[in-house]
């Protein structure tokens, strides 16, 4: 038991490292901007004074090192500084409390967490279910048609899969509506309503991804010469699925779902943006269009641990499923 | 006694490219109960397809066609799954080639061992563990109590061959089908697995299915054997009568190839100086050492066997010889002078001088490239020949190794045979103009017609070019049959070193007798004898640690 | 009155599962009756039989569906019966297509090629057609569009179909956008744009993680161990997201330096996509660099150039040119999604991206003038139409050089 804690610990560290140097990366990224923010924010017809003004506000003169030391202690005491635009719109409201980023994404965030457990909660045993089956009857014309099926809806782009079934689900037939305009305090079941329209397009991507990667997996696994022996036992066919290839499957269906949730991390940008949800990838997006920097390096930020932490679940849970590290010689 | 299995006119069908090609051309076989049938070929013969077809079982990809299989007067060709189900695991049951493979990871090995009794209901959990402990005990696996409550990569893979064995006869099944069940394992711990297998097999009155390649190996286990080439039965006959009179000549030349062997050539001078000269070599991978202080000596003209089990360091050595990996301590002489440790450190002409040819030919053939090319790119490297003197050159040597020139030129290496691909390796070797070839288990890939082929090849070679060998190989036949000389190697270090026919006549050091004895000879008592000789307690596995 | 509506269907829905149940229990018994218990009803397991009912079923659904009347009683045209038959229509031009081109690719060509499209499935000849249109109007842009790309109309929002009585005009069949442009023209136009620029930046990935991924494979040490370091950190920030804070930088240096955004997004996501690129090219020379011919030429005494380019790189083809199919997609889909969003291809290059976002509220006439409905998806539709394809043929090369090694 202790190796395997080990490598876990290892594992573990070995996020916390990548995540500090992304975090470098993307504050390096940032400061590649010319001249600075000061300018950014103000535009060109900026007075001197009012750049100085600024810029000793945000702290922009001091040196970068201590910037990025600045950033980082904010980021992890969730300070993640103010945002540009609420600044400018207060200092033109004059001068009245700004709106500091964190207080701008945490509603956002659970929007987007929330369209994403909804899909999550569709996607993951449809396509489980789907991908095994598509492996027990391999070659057969379920197989063909689901593989056909599955590789068009990975080819297309999330905003084509939005706009079919917009066109079906809410212009043709209104069941779902097509602007998923949520707001605090919302019943569930309305709130459920009004998302189910960007979850199923998520879900019809990530379903696609999972259930062929499902089906590999599970065939790479029935090929074993274990299955042949269950097999030739003469055990009944759900036996053999049950006891002999589902505890080997677990390890590679666990890190299927795993990578197809950080996956989910891309789709939910463009997926928000079609449907004005109001989740942290649309305002990625329109912090990204005003170059509002600190809301664009926080939400980067928080988009890469999202995605370095899933890939982490995926590798400790798919390492403690594995028998022979579970049980060392 | 009644036919238990009645196997009339058998024709199975493999897919390849949406099309259905045949692999079984109407086999016939029967086999009475407690019998055992060794069914032998080469690969590629069908007899693994057989063995399954035997249980009413195709892998993907493959059909019965036609024919029947009758067991115990149930077609199972015809049967329902249900009907089949029922059979499997209860009446007919499998071992399979490799046991680390075939047990499932993720259970303990009682588990999987009470499994069929159990489904099947023959027996419940409690008395299934405990026959499944007398089981392992009567196999002679160490701690019977204990052995099966672990997981299957705990256990080694002879040990794990035997407990597969015992999961086979959980059920107490009246047919066991064997496929090449000690085709894996090292020849000291083959001995154990056969004679558990035999024991076993006897005592319960199985009858048995015996798949091998290897003739020595079914000479002691079947009771008749039946011979197979490409999906077709060439001839069949009881044991004894097949080893003694074979009828086809096919059979025929399958029992000659263990009777090629080379005299001997005399010992090199006692001045000569050495081609190769491997001094006190010490070697590591990472910060353990994989080779003690090995010496030894290879002359011109003259073949050295390198003899181990896997894990010995033979192929540690030929690396540190190449260069590929630089001894920690020691040196290697190349005609008396010193080689730089790494092979990059070495002249083109040092390099020139000592070739290589691999165990496996198809990783040592780039598959992109044409024959032709492959030969000729040492020839234009080291000689610096083009063009068509190039060309003039890789004829020259297609045909010292008896490939047509004109038909093999422009091939590439994945429309020949193993044992053509072979060839090439030595070709390309050839090419260089070399005076010493490491041949690293050459033969060891192949089936025994086309080894011995490649065996007499490179005799002939060495006697018109005069050339050095260094034989790595764990098969003592092939040793028998082509060295002058042995270097016995056990755990990185060398023990026992000297010419041929002293070391197949006693006394010799014990693990070279071990390694000796375990080797399987074509007379059916072999095995009897031996366990006899060797007493009950002093088999394989236990010899071994207690050296 | 939406809850109503909700029962109603989840209780028809129901009905029609337990009559499905029950069909497919008569289904296996009546065929194993009839066939007097041949082996494959005898044998069939329930699912299978509930799979076969199921699939029958959805079979009488499609075909009368299809079979209904395109105009409602009231006048209104039906626009699921329409887009339904216009999908049906597709497909089967698609299928038909595909296999008169692979008819057309066995009997002329050479004995390879004849031979290659003797073997290939449907979906491999239909992808292969679909890339060489993608590739000839790309290139012949210019001289197939009716309009310019840019060229602004007077009159805007004219309707799709050319149907003068709806307010078409069939100088423009496929209808206006909402500035007056020629619709047509600019799907064809952004094949030229859209499909080249992301070609353009595959090639500059491939260049780059193509060839640091083999000099790492090859020399391996140091250097192997700084890239991939490198590399597994970039791959840790997803990829769009990346782009998209790069675009945001290149956005202020764009306007700066007066270099137009479209080189930077290809450098950013050349950039970007060269790291997955390095994974496999490395993964790939990894798995040649201990075969036994390198371990010869090595002990040859060759040198690096010979190493990689004669005996790694004809041997690592296979999979590099799967990859770069795939890695097309990826890129391909990037900055459509990137356009979509407003940072990508920048006006007034036509592009497809750029315009499903335009073209968008056009989808709310649904109901009443299906054909304009329709001119966002056309435009998202020929960006997976492409993918779509390459993914089939790369589908199909990779399933034949794995069915090759057995």
Not at chain 1, 243 to 254: D, F, G, S, T
Not at chain 2, 325 to 333: A, F, H, S, T, V
Not at chain 3, 120 to 137: D, E, H, N, Q, R
Request: with cysteine.
């Amino acid at each position: 038991m202790s190796s395997i804690l080990k490598i876990i610990l290892q594992r573990l560290g070995l996020g916390l490292i990548t995540l500090f140097i992304v975090s470098i990366v993307i504050f390096v990224a940032v400061n590649l901007l010319p001249g600075d923010f000061a300018e950014a924010i103000l535009g060109q017809g900026a007075t001197p004074e009012s750049v100085a003004q600024i810029r000793r506000d945000l702290g922009l003169d001091q040196p970068l090192v201590a910037r990025y030391l600045d950033w980082l202690r904010g980021m992890l005491t969730l300070d993640l500084g103010t945002s540009f635009a609420q600044l400018n719109f207060a200092k033109a409201m004059g001068g009245a409390g700004s709106v500091t980023v964190a207080e701008q994404i945490a509603p956002r965030l659970s929007n987007t967490l929330f369209l994403a457990a909804v899909t999550a909660c569709i996607a993951v045993p449809v396509a489980v279910f789907l991908g095994v089956l598509a492996a027990l009857y391999r070659n057969t014309a379920f197989d063909k048609a689901a593989n056909l099926f599955t590789l068009s809806s990975i080819s297309s782009p999330e905003f084509f899969m939005a706009y079919v079934l917009i066109l079906f689900l809410a212009v043709l037939n209104p069941v779902f509506p097509s602007l998923s305009n949520i707001y605090e305090g919302m019943a569930f079941s309305e709130r459920l309503q009004k998302s189910m329209l960007p979850a199923l397009t998520l879900t019809l991507v990530v379903t696609a991804h999972m259930m062929r990667m499902t089906r590999a997996a599970i065939i790479n696994l029935l090929a074993s010469p274990y299955i042949e022996m269950a097999r030739l036992k003469g055990l009944s066919p759900m036996r053999v699925i049950v006891k002999h290839a589902l505890p080997n499957a677990l390890a590679p269906i666990i890190n299927v779902i795993a990578l197809n949730l950080a996956y989910l991390i891309t789709g939910v940008v463009v997926v928000e943006v079609v449907f004005v949800y109001p989740g942290i990838g649309q305002l990625f997006v329109d912090s990204v269009k005003i170059r509002d920097i600190p809301v664009v390096q926080a939400c980067c930020l928080i988009f890469a641990a999202a995605y370095i932490l899933l890939n982490l679940t995926a590798d400790i849970l798919s390492i403690i499923s594995n028998p022979r590290l579970r049980h060392p010689k | 006694m009644s036919d238990l299995l009645k196997i009339r006119d058998l024709r199975i069908e493999g897919r390849s490219d949406e099309t259905w090609t045949p692999i079984i051309n109407g086999v016939d076989l029967d086999l009475k109960r407690g019998e055992v049938l060794g069914l032998i070929g080469e690969s590629g013969a069908g007899k693994s397809t057989i063995g399954l077809a035997a249980m009413g079982y195709t892998r993907d990809g493959v059909r019965i066609s036609g024919g029947s299989v009758e067991f115990d007067g149930i077609d199972l060709v015809t049967a329902s799954a249900r009907v089949k189900r029922d059979l499997l695991g209860k009446r007919i049951a499998y071992v399979a080639q490799s046991a680390a493979a075939s047990f499932n990871p993720a259970h303990k090995i009682i588990d999987q061992h009470t499994e069929a009794p159990v489904q099947h209901g023959v027996a419940k959990r409690s008395t299934s563990v405990e026959d499944g402990i007398e089981l392992y005990r009567k196999l002679r696996l160490p701690n019977p109590d204990e052995i099966g409550f672990r997981y299957p990569h705990q256990v080694s893979g002879g040990q794990l061959q035997r407990a597969m064995t015992a999961m086979a006869m959980s059920c107490r099944p009246d047919l066991i089908i064997f496929d090449e069940p000690t085709t894996a394992l090292d020849v000291t711990t083959q001995i154990e697995v056969l004679a558990s297998i035999r024991n076993i097999v006897d005592e319960f009155d199985t009858a048995a299915i015996y798949i091998t390649h290897d003739l020595a190996v079914v000479a002691q286990m079947a009771d008749r054997i039946k011979v197979l080439l490409r999906g077709d039965e060439v001839e069949e006959a009881e044991t004894r009568e097949m080893l003694s009179h074979p009828k086809e000549d096919y059979t025929k030349s399958l029992w000659a190839v263990r009777e090629f062997q080379r005299p001997e050539k005399p010992p090199a001078p006692a001045d000569a100086v050495p081609v190769v000269s491997v001094r006190n070599v010490t070697a590591a991978y990472g910060s353990t050492d994989v080779l003690h202080n090995v010496s030894f000596d290879i002359h011109a003209g003259r073949t050295v066997a390198v003899v181990g089990e896997s894990g010995s360091g033979k192929s540690t050595t030929a690396r540190c010889i190449t260069g590929l990996l630089p001894p920690r301590q020691g040196e290697i002489l190349f005609d008396g002078e010193v080689l730089p440790a790494d092979y990059r450190k070495r002249t083109k002409d040092q390099l020139r001088q000592a070739q290589m040819i691999y165990q496996m030919a198809d990783t040592a053939l780039n598959p992109r490239k044409t024959i032709g090319e492959i030969i000729g790119r040492p020839v234009r490297f080291y000689g610096g020949l083009r063009g068509a003197k190039r060309r003039e050159r890789v004829h020259e040597l297609l045909d010292q190794i008896e490939l047509e020139p004109a038909q093999y030129y422009h091939r590439y290496p994945s429309e020949l045979s193993g044992g053509q691909k072979q060839r090439v390796g030595i070709a390309r070797a050839l090419a260089a103009d070399p005076k010493f070839i490491i041949c690293d288990e050459v033969t060891s890939a192949l089936d025994q017609l086309v080894a011995e082929g490649i065996l007499r090849l490179l005799a002939d070679l060495q006697d018109k070019l005069g050339l050095s060998y260094m034989f790595i190989t764990h098969d003592l036949a092939t040793v028998k049959s082509i060295a002058d000389e042995v270097v016995v190697m056990k755990d990185g270090r060398v023990v026992e070193h000297g010419p041929k026919t002293d070391m197949f006549t006693p006394p010799h050091h014990p693990y070279t007798d071990l390694l000796l004895s375990s080797v399987p000879e074509m007379d059916p008592d072999w095995l009897t004898d031996l366990l006899a000789e060797r007493g009950v307690d002093n088999l394989g596995d236990a010899a071994v640690d207690k050296m | 009155m939406s809850g109503l509506f909700e029962f109603n269907a989840l209780s028809w829905l129901a009905i029609i599962l337990v009559l499905l149940f029950g069909a497919a229990f008569v289904f296996r018994r009546v065929g194993q009756t009839v066939t007097g218990n041949a082996p494959k009803f005898r044998d069939m397991p329930y699912g299978a039989a509930f799979g076969y009912v199921l699939a029958a079923a959805l079979l009488i659904f499609a075909v009368w569906y299809y079979l209904q009347p395109t105009v409602t009683d009231v006048g209104v045209p039906n626009a699921g019966v329409m887009f339904f038959r216009w999908a049906i229509h597709g497909f089967l031009i698609a299928a038909i297509a595909a296999f008169l081109f692979r008819l057309l690719g066995r009997s002329i060509g050479t004995a390879g090629s004849k031979k290659l499209f003797r073997t290939m499935p449907l979906t491999a000849s239909f992808g292969i057609l679909v890339i060489l249109i993608y590739a000839f109007v790309a290139i012949f842009a210019g001289a197939i569009a009716p309009h310019g790309q840019a060229e602004v109309f007077g009159t805007a929002n004219i309707m799709a179909g050319g149907d003068p009585a709806l307010g078409g005009d069939p100088a423009f069949p496929l209808g206006t956008d909402q500035i007056g442009r020629d619709i047509l023209s600019r799907l064809i136009y952004g094949a030229q744009n859209t499909v080249g620029i992301a070609f353009i930046t595959t090639c500059l990935a491939f260049v780059i993680g193509g060839s640091l991924g083999f000099l790492a494979a090859t020399i391996q040490g140091w250097l192997d161990e700084l890239l991939s370091r490198g590399v597994d950190v970039l791959m840790a920030i997803p990829s769009l997201i990346f782009a998209l804070l790069l675009m945001t930088i290149a956005s202020v240096w764009a306007a700066r330096l007066g270099v137009p955004l479209t080189v930077f997004m290809v450098l950013i996501i050349a950039l970007i996509d060269s790291t997955r690129v390095f994974r496999l090219a490395r993964a790939v020379g990894l798995n040649i660099v201990v075969m036994d011919y390198i371990e010869a030429a090595k002990l040859r005494g060759e040198g690096l150039g010979y190493l990689v380019f004669k005996e790694i790189l004809p041997n690592a083809m296979a999979p590099l040119l799967a990859e770069f199919g795939l890695r097309f997609c990826f890129v391909f889909l990037t900055i459509s999604s990137l356009s979509f969003l407003g940072v990508g291809i920048q006006p007034p290059l036509a592009d497809w991206g750029t315009m499903v976002r335009d073209l968008a509220p056009f989808i709310n006439f649904a109901a009443f003038a299906p054909t304009a409905a329709i001119t966002p998806l056309l435009a998202a539709g020929a960006i997976a139409l492409l993918t779509v394809a390459v993914n089939f043929v790369v589908d199909w090369m990779l399933h034949k050089s794995s069915g090759l090694k057995e």
